[in-house]
C-alpha cells in the first residue's frame, strides 16, 4: 500500500469507490520510476496513461522551434496527465519533462475508463476534473494578461513556496515570461 498512500486519499476523498473498486483499480496501476531530464509527454501524441505523480517534480511546458514556455510545476502528489486529451483520446499541444527522479503511478487509459463505467463514477470524475482544469486556466489566463510579473512571483511567493524552493530559477523565469536577470531584480526588490 505504501506507494499508493497519497492516491488512495485522493480517492477516498474525490471520488469514492467501495473498497473492492479502490483494491480493483490500485490493480491496474503500475510504479514508473524516471531519471532527471525524462520526457513524460510529447506534443502530438496522445496521453495514454492516467499519470499520478507520486514523488519528485515535473515541468509542464509549450514548444516550439526557438523557445520553451513553462506553464505548470508539479511538485505535490497529484495528476500529472494532460486531462483533456486523455478523457478525449486526442493528441496534446504539451510536453512534460522530470526536472529530479519521480516516481509515478500510472494507469492505462482502457482499463481506467473500464473501471470507472463499472463503478458508475466515471462522468462524475472527468466532469469535475474538466472543471478544476477549466478553472487553473482560467486563472491562469486572467493573471499572465492582468498582473506583471512582480505580483506573479509575490503569488508564488505566498501560494507556491515549494515552487521557489524547488525548481530551477531559470524554469520560473520562463513560466513567469521574463529573463533569468529580471527574475533575479524582482527577488531583490521583494526581500
Given at each position: ?140 489566463e486572467f493573471n499572465r494578461t492582468t498582473k506583471s510579473p ?42
Open positions: 500500500m505504501t506507494p499508493f498512500l497519497e492516491i488512495y486519499k485522493f480517492f477516498e476523498t474525490e471520488f469514492p469507490l467501495n473498497q473492492h473498486g479502490i483494491d480493483e483499480l490500485f490493480s491496474l496501476f503500475k510504479v514508473e520510476k524516471h531519471t532527471k531530464g525524462t520526457i513524460l509527454l510529447l506534443e502530438n501524441s496522445k496521453e495514454k496513461k492516467l499519470r499520478f505523480l507520486n514523488n519528485g517534480i515535473v515541468r509542464e511546458y509549450y514548444a516550439s522551434e526557438d523557445k520553451e514556455v513553462n506553464i505548470n510545476f508539479y511538485v505535490k502528489p497529484q495528476f500529472i496527465s494532460d486531462l483533456l486529451t486523455f478523457s478525449q483520446n486526442t493528441a496534446t499541444k504539451k510536453n512534460q519533462e522530470t526536472l529530479t527522479s519521480v516516481e509515478i503511478l500510472s494507469i492505462e487509459r482502457q482499463p481506467f475508463f473500464d473501471l470507472l463505467e463499472k463503478y458508475q463514477c466515471g462522468k462524475t470524475f472527468v466532469e469535475a476534473s474538466f472543471q478544476k482544469l477549466l478553472k487553473q486556466k482560467e486563472r491562469l512582480e505580483e506573479l512571483y509575490n503569488e508564488l511567493f505566498i501560494y507556491k513556496p515549494e515552487w521557489i524552493q524547488n525548481i530551477p530559477q531559470y524554469h520560473l523565469a520562463s513560466y513567469l515570461n521574463v529573463t533569468p536577470e529580471t527574475l533575479s531584480r524582482i527577488k531583490k526588490r521583494i526581500s
